[in-house]
């Protein structure tokens, strides 16, 4: 196996496992009645959760069933709509939708024609989407697997990708076939909502995945299996780091309020998320440096796993906002219309 720096990155997804390793050999000291020890322990384990802004501890946080009146509800849920038993056509997904009251709806995982199937149920409901683009249908990618529909008009629509030659360049160790296939598939969707006469970046992402599951499946012994996952692993990193780079890059003068969300495969504290996080070199209003914030760190309480499929529980799904949104509450939901689970929530927005 080839180690290189992803190889190192990798380890933070580990990183919600350790904190509960810590914390468990805390109360372990604790019943030992070896007090010194237990502070210490219990101090390491506090410094590395809020190092990785892993498991906030909001203890009174109370999400609201229905959407508080003058707030801004965000809807971010991969809804694998390119797999068979997702449901996404059908009533029950329509009326949690509906019920659910959000003003922002974004859904990776959604294939064009489920896309336009959603646009005309939730019409009503979201009279502007992504796909009312002109030229969508003309982009030159294998498919369009993300979708924002949105109460407010959205305009200055545009999607970018990333430069393939670099990361032949930069990553010399990834097979060249598998980053040309691949980067047919990376896509970032950019649009401006106008929000009650404020224009607000909206930034739909999903980062490179590291295909655990197609690993395992094709690997003959635990051996080769093992081999395969960390060969996916080290590939979706190094993607991940070049799509965030791009991303932070495009970002980094934006002038609007910005909410940056999607499906980023990989867990808070990554490199990819950070980097994302400070995008922005200056807040243009005040003269200092903006660092979007992550709204499950900020009012969550937990793990908050927006993943559960193949043994693995993981948030890989976030909601990054800037500061002209003021939080007021976040949950994951346990609907399971997916392998993921809906990630929502609420903010006062004050320009």
Request: proline share 5%; charged share 20%; aromatic share 12%.
């Amino acid at each position: 196996m080839l180690l290189t720096q992803e190889t190192f990155e990798m380890t933070f997804l580990a990183t919600p496992f350790v904190i509960m390793a810590l914390a468990g050999v805390t109360l372990m000291l604790l019943l030992l009645r070896f007090w010194n020890a237990a502070l210490i322990m219990a101090l390491l384990t506090l410094l590395v959760n809020g190092c990785t802004e892993q498991i906030p501890l909001h203890l009174t946080n109370q999400f609201p069933a229905e959407k508080p009146a003058g707030t801004l509800r965000v809807l971010e849920y991969n809804i694998c709509g390119k797999v068979e038993y997702a449901p996404v056509h059908g009533a029950p997904f329509i009326e949690y939708v509906k019920n659910l009251n959000a003003d922002l709806l974004f859904l990776p995982e959604n294939t064009i024609g489920t896309a336009h199937g959603l646009e005309r149920m939730l019409r009503e409901t979201y009279p502007y989407s992504l796909h009312d683009f002109p030229g969508f249908e003309e982009l030159s990618v294998v498919y369009a697997d993300l979708s924002i529909y949105s109460r407010y008009p959205l305009s200055n629509f545009r999607s970018y990708h990333l430069d393939m030659e670099k990361i032949k360049r930069d990553h010399p160790y990834l097979p060249k076939e598998d980053v040309e296939f691949v980067g047919n598939y990376m896509i970032v969707y950019e649009a401006t909502a106008d929000i009650d006469g404020t224009p607000v970046t909206l930034v739909h992402v999903h980062l490179r995945t590291n295909s655990y599951d197609s690993a395992k499946s094709n690997g003959n012994g635990k051996r080769q299996k093992v081999h395969n996952i960390y060969e996916n692993m080290q590939f979706g990193y190094a993607y991940r780091g070049e799509e965030s780079r791009s991303i932070a890059d495009s970002l980094r003068n934006c002038p609007n309020p910005l909410i940056v969300c999607g499906d980023f495969n990989d867990v808070s504290g990554a490199k990819c998320i950070r980097t994302i996080q400070n995008c922005r070199a200056k807040n243009v209003h005040e003269g200092h440096r903006d660092r979007l914030s992550d709204a499950w760190w900020r009012g969550g309480q937990g793990f908050g796993f927006t993943f559960a499929a193949q043994k693995l529980r993981l948030r890989l799904d976030h909601i990054l906002y800037s500061k002209e949104f003021d939080l007021q509450g976040v949950c994951v939901d346990t609907v399971s219309f997916s392998d993921h689970r809906p990630l929502i929530a609420d903010f006062k927005f004050n320009p």
